[in-house]
């Protein structure tokens, strides 16, 4: 079975400052990795995600993550907090294409001015 | 643009009233998804479609049921909705050609059960 763990349920920096969102998976085989944004009253946005090849990969509104097989990690940065990064942030995994996501219980990321 | 519609965006029903939410596709997708959402919580899979196959989540309640008469549509009916069934419902798409593994989600429905 297929779990996510996010560390820290709120993330609170100042505006430009660094966004480190943390993620850790669980998988028994070679997971498929995604960060998902969600503003209020919205869908879930994708942000990023890594199947295969390079593990850095860059998504929209300047995040990337990087993909660490040892440590099972796929922790989300951004080097400049803007206040539109306000949100909440999932991070899932499958075990291929076809099987359903398994999402994290999120972090609510607060930038302050 | 190729897109993900709920409709609609805000439901009131009464507590053992049974309700209808929709999700249409643009995207020519052959899965469809719908999750329940629950406030400060992560999305939980009700159950999704490869086409016309249906696959149910072992933890769905009964009072979930749904519907996809064709490609883009597809529909989650509430037969007799509870307090506990108050909750964002998420519908998503995913093709299975290439970029497969993404999920494309609609803006959701905000379902209040008075």
């Known amino acids: 079975a297929q779990s996510v763990t996010q560390l820290g349920s709120h993330v609170s920096v100042s505006e430009g400052a660094l966004v480190l969102l943390r993620c850790n998976y669980s998988?028994?085989?070679?997971?498929?990795l995604f960060w998902y944004v969600q503003y209020p009253n919205q869908g879930l946005q994708l942000l990023l995600k890594?199947?295969?090849?390079?593990?850095l990969v860059k998504g929209i509104n300047g995040f990337e993550a990087e993909f660490k097989k040892s440590e099972t990690s796929f922790h989300l940065t951004k080097p400049s907090a803007h206040m539109s990064d306000a949100a909440e942030y999932f991070c899932a995994v499958s075990s291929t294409g076809n099987t359903p996501l398994v999402f994290g219980k999120g972090t609510r990321l607060s930038v302050i001015a | 643009d190729a897109m993900v519609i709920q409709n609609p965006r805000y439901q009131v029903t009464q507590f053992g009233k049974p309700v209808t939410l929709s999700c249409s596709q643009t995207?020519?997708?052959?899965?469809m998804y719908w999750y329940q959402q629950k406030s400060s919580q992560a999305p939980k899979l009700l159950f999704h479609y490869y086409d016309k196959d249906f696959n149910n989540e072992a933890d769905t309640p009964d009072n979930f049921q749904s519907r996809r008469p064709n490609t883009s549509f597809c529909f989650l009916d509430i037969r007799s909705p509870g307090l506990g069934d108050a909750a964002m419902y998420l519908c998503?798409?995913?093709?299975?050609?290439?970029?497969?593994?993404?999920?494309?989600f609609g803006p959701g429905t905000r379902l209040l059960v008075l």
């Open positions: 995207l020519n997708h052959n899965v």
């Open positions: 998503a798409t995913r093709s299975e050609g290439g970029g497969a593994e993404t999920q494309y």
């Open positions: 998988s028994s085989v070679p997971p498929y």
């Open positions: 890594y199947t295969t090849g390079a593990t």
